[in-house]
């Protein structure tokens, strides 16, 4: 293995040296139109940069290293007219070619002009992806990136064609920004920062590591030589006729959501031609449409008197009667947030531009109630935990232009992320009710009082040192190579906050080490390196690379799992875990391969394989790190708490796709994408015993190891109609067909909590998001410089779930459907042009027919409207209906959300 590593990282430096992932390519053949020879010498240049190149002696030429985004492309030669061909659009990692031929019949000076259209095909696409630019963004209706995200074919609540979560590869101009702990995204890009977006749901080069099912790259916006500004903002608020399902949804507060952005950039003051910067800020709030009652106080002891009427409450000490809160409603999933980025771009050399340096630095902070949201709080919201989470990026990019056909770019970069899931967020705060308090719930009832006493911490840091280099080797081979390091630190700390007679109804942290107080900091490294070559011949197009991985987890194993504790000789009250060796590093080679072979200029197929590996999430590395049990609330309780594993071997994935992209007019085109993935030691939980003459001999708990598996096959048909008349629409079907031996990692230990426990699956089932069909449309009327008006529908098969009664299963697992889900997303916009600005007004309707999708149901019925527990005898214990009991607003999709604003341009 060592022996490869050298002879990777050996090809990489002696290959030569923008950044992988980040720009495009533009290639093309300039000829005499009369006699059809080349015209060597050709000046071909971009608009407004100093990027260009000049015409070989076969007439071709190539311009490498260029930001996605929309260009005019100017051709010059002695004794020909000049042509400029505008509309030129460039896209991440892909080639767009553009010939031209040259008329000697013109007069001196006169330029001809060709508007260019977005190519309905790209021949050079050897697996699925997408590009969306800045202005379809802006078209859209879409708040968030991952509103972008959620309209791709093959993806479903978030997962890349029947993946798990956590799969994704979120990129930010090419650095990656996974929180590595959860593997979701640490910060969100705002999208008036966005310059283009690209989503890969299909396989990918070997440039990308550490990801299984899909690569979502964003491309921020850099300053120019002119400045330009835009702000932005609307208000809106829910309206809904649901008032039976969502409470208070009829109290309209036109300021219940708002939304300010605000972006600059151009030349900076000082050394105006070589530095430029783009800043941008984000405040948005939303109030949310979940609502509960503050009638209990989280923090003492009810006394029920009258069960409407007269409430009162008694304190700890027993003596003072208080009247209860006023009763008022209150939101369950608000949220805020507010997002800061900068980039400052330094060019050495403004006529060369051989040397760039890119500053770049994000910060973001946000408290969502949501992430918590517990529909047994209803009654007393304030005792529900809250999510605050503050995350901030910063590096520096140089990037180097060594040839015309090669650069490199080295890169550093720090990430850092925070999150905080806590009632309060002192741990000893004295708002604690006593830790037994929310147990005491009458039947059918709310919580009567009581807080929830986890408070978790965790903080994610990521050092990032990364080389890429791009080099054109000849008119067929475009060679790229790269060396990562990444280094994290990981602290984690999760407490159950004791208030009891015990500690004399004092709020107290217990004793660390404990199953009560949890905490570590690990410090894992992961290493990598790639090869790929992109081979562009006039018949046939081949991306084929390798992939180098490297994971050290910095962490010991368990000597004995039968006997995962020891007493701690120096303080003999106290147990500790019984380590054996350190945890091994792993390695993986990653082969892809890719091809696109053109049929006609209308048509290309596409074939494309590849090995995909990803370590588990840190989260199931390290969780437990005492390896200690909670035996005092059951078997239930000792199951919750699995023991993390550091030799946990690196899940994999073998994907295959095959699909056809065909031209069938000037202004339609189709695409049909068959693909499988077979997978491969996913995340699993194994059932252990403790050994006996050991504490707790007997007790069964799980550890985290390899041991699921699933396979994933789907057919994608999508049709395009490219913008003419002011009208363009597009048509995306999927069928899909997800399934597996679990859909959770923890399905061993959830089977064996039950009671009683149930034989967990050995045979492939549906997948928790398993959506066999499911269609997404859209149609834009108008132009956009002048109005528009965007529509978006999407439907979906429902989700499977197990059906049963009285948590009896009554059926296989995931054998019955939910509802077909159907949402329809509207946006209307009007620009009214000024001498140096532009004026937009625009409206943006969410789920524009208020449906109630029902996203969750219950098992009985199958649906999420009633239950058959709701006719089981017994009186409501609480001030509480049954009604209202059974009423889970939380199960629907959000209700109709009406925006309403304006966005000023100023150029």
Known sequence: MKSIVKIIVLSIVMSGATYAGTTGKIVGMVIDEETGQPLIGANIILKGTSMGAAADITGRYMILNVPPGRYILIVRMIGYATVEYENLRVSIDLTTSVDFSLTTRAVVGEVVTVIGKTPLIRLDLTSSSVSISAEQIEA??????????????????????????????????????????????????????????????????????????????????????????????????????????????????????????????????????????????????????????????????????????????????????????????????????????????YVFNPETKKDKLNFDASWQEEENLGANYNHLFRYSPDGMRKRNKTSWTGGIRWSRIVSPNTYFTLNFHHLQNRLRDATFEDPLDPLYASDDRLRQRGNFSFYTGGTDMRHRQRETRTTLAKFDFTSQINSEHQLRGGIEGKFHRLWFHEISVRKNAGTAFQSQIPIEGTAFNQEYIHKPKEYSAYIQDKIELEFLIVNAGIRLDVFNPADSVLQDFSRPQKIDINNPTKSIPRFGDAANSTYQLSPRFGIAYPITDRGVIHVSYGHFFQTPLYEFLYTNPSFSLNTSEGRASVFSAPFGNANLKPQKTVSYEIGLQQQVSEEIAIDVTGYYKDIRNLLGTKIETIATGETHSGTKYGRYINRDYGNVKGLIFSIEKRRSNNFSATLDYTLQIAAGNASDPKSVLIDNAADPPVQSEKQLVPLDWDRTHSITSSVALGSPKAQMISLIGKMGTGLPYTPAVQDQRTGLENSERRPVTLTFDLSARKIFSFHDYNLTAFIRVFNLFDRLNEREVYKDTGRATYSLAQNLPGLVQGLNSKEEYFLRSDWYSSPREVNIGITIDIK
């Open 140 to 345: 859209l209706p879409v708040d968030n990136f991952t509103d972008i995200i959620a309209l791709q074919a093959g993806i479903v609540e978030g997962h890349f064609r029947g993946g798990r979560a956590g799969e994704v590869l979120y990129l930010v101009d090419g650095i990656p920004v996974n929180d590595v702990f959860s593997g979701d995204f640490a910060f969100q890009v705002e999208n008036n920062a966005i310059q283009e977006m690209e989503i890969i749901s299909g396989t990918f080069n070997a440039e990308y590591g550490q990801v299984q099912s899909g690569v979502v790259n964003v491309l921020t916006k850099e300053g120019g030589q002119e400045y330009s500004a835009q702000f932005s903002t609307y208000f809106g608020d829910y309206i809904s006729g649901n008032d039976n399902i969502f409470q208070n949804i009829d109290d309209l507060s036109p300021t219940a959501i708002n939304d300010l952005k605000v972006s600059l950039s151009g030349p900076f003051p000082i050394l105006s031609k070589n530095l430029t910067f783009f800043v941008s800020g984000r405040q948005n709030r939303n109030e949310g449409y979940l609502y509960g009652k503050t009638i209990y106080n989280p923090s003492v002891i009810t006394s029920i008197t009258d069960t409407l009427a007269t409430v009162e409450i008694i304190d700890l000490s027993g003596q003072n009667v208080i009247k209860l809160s006023d009763w008022q409603y209150q939101s369950m999933n608000s949220s805020e947030r507010n997002s800061y980025q900068g980039k400052l771009t």
